[in-house]
């Protein structure tokens, strides 16, 4: 059964550094989101992409992210500073354009020294 | 906006017994309800989700849940609850009119420990 993908599964980086966290969504979905789930608090969604751009984002969401589709294959979330409030766990999902249901993926843990 | 609620941060029960986790949710439109597990160090699997039709949908595992429009609840349960349903689970909630990304909003999660 295919499966949402996500590198590494964990990141540690110092405050001020950017880290590109990397996903590979399921090869027939079109849509695509990432989630974050500080931790002991609730999955939070930051960001959906369809058709290669943003089509909603949450406040959590500033100028310090972004989302890129750089090839066919990968989906990818950077954080251009990091900030010691950005470590949590961050999971990717995908979903078709002909079902409701996201699939996610095993997450990547952000530590942010 | 949409929320959701589970009000037990744990449910314990008895291998054998039935299990319900509690889900409560708050949208403007219609929802479309869901459910996922996550065990430990691993991502969030989908369990179940009501979209329309019947109030009771069936899932993964055994698990089903009963959609209550009145109530604006969405409980999942078990009639026989297994050691190795141990997990994290968590309700999540899209309200039908958002179409733009379709975006989950998750509750604050459910730990279930199944107890021989």
């Known amino acids: 059964e295919p499966e949402v993908t996500q590198t590494p599964s964990h990141q540690v980086t110092q405050m001020g550094q950017e880290v590109i966290l990397r996903c590979v969504p399921i090869?027939?979905?079109?849509?695509f989101y990432w989630y974050r789930q500080i931790l002991g608090q609730k999955v939070e969604f930051l960001v959906s992409?369809?058709?290669?751009?943003?089509?909603?984002k949450s406040e959590i969401f500033d100028d310090q992210f972004s989302v890129e589709r750089p090839d066919g294959s990968n989906f990818t979330l950077k954080i251009r500073s990091t900030k010691l409030e950005d470590s949590a766990m961050y999971f990717c999902a995908s979903r078709p354009d002909w079902a409701d249901t996201q699939y996610f993926g095993p997450g990547t843990r952000l530590t942010v020294l | 906006a949409q929320s959701v609620a589970q009000p037990e941060d744990q449910v314990n029960v008895a291998e054998g017994n039935p299990l319900t986790v509690k889900c409560t949710y708050s949208?403007?439109?219609?929802?479309?309800l869901f459910w996922y597990v996550q065990y430990p160090n691993r991502g969030l699997q989908f369990l179940l989700k009501?979209?329309?039709?019947?109030?009771l949908v069936k899932g993964s595992y055994g698990f089903e849940a009963e959609f209550n429009k009145s109530q604006t609840s969405f409980h999942l349960k078990k009639p026989s609850a297994l050691v190795s349903d141990s997990a994290l689970y968590f309700c999540?909630?899209?309200?039908?009119?958002?179409?733009?990304?379709?975006?989950?909003?998750f509750g604050g999660g459910t730990r279930l420990m199944v107890k021989p």
């Open positions: 992409f369809y058709n290669n751009e943003i089509s909603e």
């Open positions: 090869s027939n979905h079109l849509y």
């Open positions: 999540a909630v899209r309200d039908m009119r958002n179409n733009a990304g379709n975006m989950l909003t």
């Open positions: 949208v403007s439109g219609n929802p479309y």
């Open positions: 009501y979209i329309t039709g019947d109030n």
